[in-house]
């Protein structure tokens, strides 16, 4: 995004005191990932955030092509996220844990997940007792041994999962249960994670099989999360032709993926904007969930 930045000033004819320089590293440490160490097995039972499908999929599930996805933006100040980690904290767990603490990722992604399966899944139409999964997005470059380059070239995008029952999802306001499961699927995801996912891969007759578990229903019973907070895209000039600087990151009103919700890029009077994505129908019960805008405020 710097360069990209720098490259739109350029066009406009304007001077560039300093030029964004890339590093060698970022290359030479995005071939060293590239191919497996050998120290770990890569076996597809340690990844369930991924399932590799019996056939190559030609095209996204259809309910991630459907067109009734719908997505607002909410705003949770620095005092409610505050507010949202007490309430999810271990202490308030309705079974004892020996995990004693969370980020306010956890909690936020907690409430996050609790409140999606909640306004597409209110209690009376469940039918058996369906399963969620809950894909998180996780950076690469940060589960690697020797640590690599913080902004090495490529995709990093890496998942985790966690799963639960959808009607103790919603049947229950303890988001402190969901928090800890979020918590702990993130901590196994440790320096040896990237290089077992690669050795998984390597394995693979044809990677596009290899799919994250939660695409397989979304929006449905699953429901998956990404972040772009580290993006730091109001800080970026891109000249007087495109207004200097970002005003504010937005989404089309269909979201970006179906069934994906985003972590946007954190806002100049700080806090943190979340872009929720739900089917249609669902778009009113979530602006309406006490819950949820206990400590949201849509934008």
């Known amino acids: 995004m710097k360069i990209w930045a720098e490259e739109c000033r350029r066009a406009q004819g304007l001077y560039i005191p300093e030029p964004v320089e ?3 590293a970022v290359v030479r440490d995005r071939e060293r990932v590239m191919r ?3 120290r770990n ?13 019996p056939f190559t999929p030609s ?11 719908r997505a607002q933006v909410f705003y949770f100040s620095p005092e409610s996220l505050q507010a949202l980690k007490a309430e999810a904290s271990p202490v308030n767990t309705s079974v ?30 469940l039918e058996g007792d369906p399963i969620s999964v809950f894909n998180i997005a996780i950076d690469g470059r940060l589960r690697t041994e020797p640590p690599v380059h913080p902004d090495t070239l490529g995709c990093f995008l890496e998942y985790v999962a966690v799963s639960a029952p959808i009607r103790k999802i919603v049947g229950s306001t303890n988001i402190a249960d969901l928090a800890i ?14 290089d077992d996912l ?42 007087s032709l495109l207004g200097h600087n970002i005003g504010a990151v937005r989404s089309p009103h269909v979201g970006i993926i179906n069934g994906l919700q985003v972590v946007l890029p954190a806002p100049p009077d700080g806090g943190m904007e979340i872009l929720v994505g739900v089917e249609e129908s669902c778009l009113d019960k979530l602006l309406q969930d006490p819950l949820w805008m206990k400590y949201a405020v849509p934008r």
């Open 36 to 38: 497996s160490s050998g």
């Open 96 to 125: 004892p844990s020996d995990q004693k603490w969370i980020s306010t990722n956890d909690a936020l992604s907690a409430l996050l997940w609790r409140t999606v399966m909640k306004v597409q899944w209110p209690w009376e139409i």
């Open 22 to 24: 890339l590093p060698p």
């Open 181 to 194: 499961l979020i918590r702990k699927a993130i901590l196994k995801a440790d320096k040896q994670f990237t």
């Open 41 to 53: 097995l890569g076996l597809l039972e340690s990844h369930p955030e991924y399932t590799l499908l």
């Open 198 to 239: 690669v050795a998984l891969i390597e394995k693979l007759e044809d990677v596009d099989r290899l799919v994250p578990t939660a695409f397989l229903d979304v929006p449905g019973f699953n429901c998956v999360q990404t972040s772009w907070i580290n993006f730091k895209l109001y800080s970026l000039d891109w000249g």
């Open 59 to 69: 095209s996204a599930p259809p309910k991630m092509m459907a067109q009734n996805h």
